[in-house]
């Protein structure tokens, strides 16, 4: 399985953006990048995901670099409730594209 | 819409005994999967069903086992139950993978 390398932790302050990046120098060419979000005592949360293209969605956005070597999850406006452990994951095409191989991720804390 | 059910949320068994955990997934949904949580080796994939046909199966002994129904529901097993398989075990269920995961807040195994 491809390999992601993340920040063991970051911090923030409520509302202001947050940008949290994933590497992956050996992501193949039909690996999509996936993010996720564990909040405590909860399961993961899917958050986004894509494959060559900038994503947007009501909840981040994902900027990937042209070479596809590493990628950033943007929040735009961090609050309390997006303290959580964040995980960067490649899925790729064919029959690993439904196993997520979840890495130790980013711990994200949240200061008011 | 209802999300991803499991049941029990919390379950103490003895070593050497064998337990059952149920999953029901959102409704549309036909690819399952299991995940194993512990504080030492994090989120590990133990398989994936689609269509009552286990697709991909991840680095756990033959102890692990599951089965998936014609409605999507799914069941894992564990037989012969360590003191080692104590972990919070997620369900997950999807479309079709490359979509995002939606998990459940999984079921709590202590084995004493």
């Known amino acids: 399985d491809a390999k992601t390398t993340q920040p063991n932790s970051m911090e923030s302050n409520e509302e202001e953006p947050v940008h949290l990046p994933c590497n992956h120098s050996?992501?193949?060419?039909?690996?999509?990048i996936h993010w996720y979000r564990q909040l405590p005592s909860q399961g993961p949360e899917y958050v986004i995901h894509?494959?060559?293209s900038n994503v947007n969605n009501r909840m981040a956005s994902l900027a990937i670099a042209e070479d596809r070597k590493s990628s950033t999850l943007i929040l735009h406006r961090a609050t309390l409730r997006d303290a959580a452990v964040y995980y960067c994951?490649?899925?790729?095409?064919?029959?690993?594209?439904?196993?997520?191989?979840f890495g130790k991720g980013t711990l994200l804390t949240v200061n008011p | 819409k209802a999300g991803v059910t499991q049941t029990p949320r919390y379950l103490i068994k003895t070593r050497g005994q064998q337990v059952t955990l149920s999953c029901s997934p959102i409704?549309?949904?036909?690819?399952v999967s299991w995940y194993q949580q512990t504080p030492g080796q994090g989120l590990q994939f133990l398989f994936e069903?689609?269509?009552?046909?286990?697709?991909n199966k991840g680095n756990f002994p033959g102890r692990f086992s599951g089965r998936q129904f014609s409605n999507s529901r799914s069941e894992m097993n564990v037989s012969t139950l360590e003191l080692g398989d104590s972990a919070l075990y997620l369900c997950?269920?999807?479309?079709?993978?490359?979509?995002?995961?939606?998990f459940g807040s999984g079921t709590r195994l202590t084995v004493v």
């Open positions: 997950a269920s999807g479309v079709r993978g490359l979509d995002g995961y939606t």
């Open positions: 050996t992501i193949s060419g039909t690996d999509y």
């Open positions: 894509g494959l060559t």
């Open positions: 994951i490649l899925a790729g095409s064919g029959g690993s594209n439904y196993k997520l191989t």
């Open positions: 409704s549309g949904h036909r690819s």
């Open positions: 069903y689609f269509s009552e046909t286990q697709r």
